[in-house]
Nanobody, 120 residues
Framework: QVQLVESGGGLGQPGGSLRLSCAAS????????MGWYRQAPGKERELVAA???????NYADSVKGRFTISRDDAKNTVYLQMNSLKPEDTAVYYC??????????????WGQGTQVTVSS
């Protein structure tokens, strides 16, 4: 069994910063790509940022230059540093990871989601 546990959401002010973390635990053998998605009320879930096992990154146009994704493979953790927050960043943020478990099966796993609200 593999679990993804997110932390770091909450209330941020416009122009402020928040940092999300997502740690994988359980039967993890290796982690391939990791990413963050978000879903605002009434909207579909969208990719925010992704990072490969080699460190290549990809960002949604709406967050380029403001958000930074990184990973610490020793801790099986992915981070999302969110700067210059805007009210339109308000959403539930979900962590996603493509993980090979100790039985050598590879699956996509999702975190439970963490609420980010940007408001003054």
């Amino acid at each position: 069994q593999v679990q993804l546990v997110e932390s770091g959401g909450g209330l941020g002010q416009p122009g402020g910063s928040l940092r999300l973390s997502c740690a994988a635990s359980g039967s993890v053998f290796s982690i391939n790509a990791m990413g963050w998605y978000r879903q605002a009320p009434g909207k579909e879930r969208e990719l925010v940022a992704a990072i490969t096992s080699g460190g290549s990154t990809n960002y949604a146009d709406s967050v380029k230059g403001r958000f930074t994704i990184s990973r610490d493979d020793a801790k099986n953790t992915v981070y999302l540093q969110m700067n210059s927050l805007k009210p339109e960043d308000t959403a539930v943020y979900y962590c996603n990871a493509n993980i090979r478990n100790r039985f050598f099966y590879t699956y996509d796993y999702w975190g439970q989601g963490t609420q980010v609200t940007v408001s003054s």
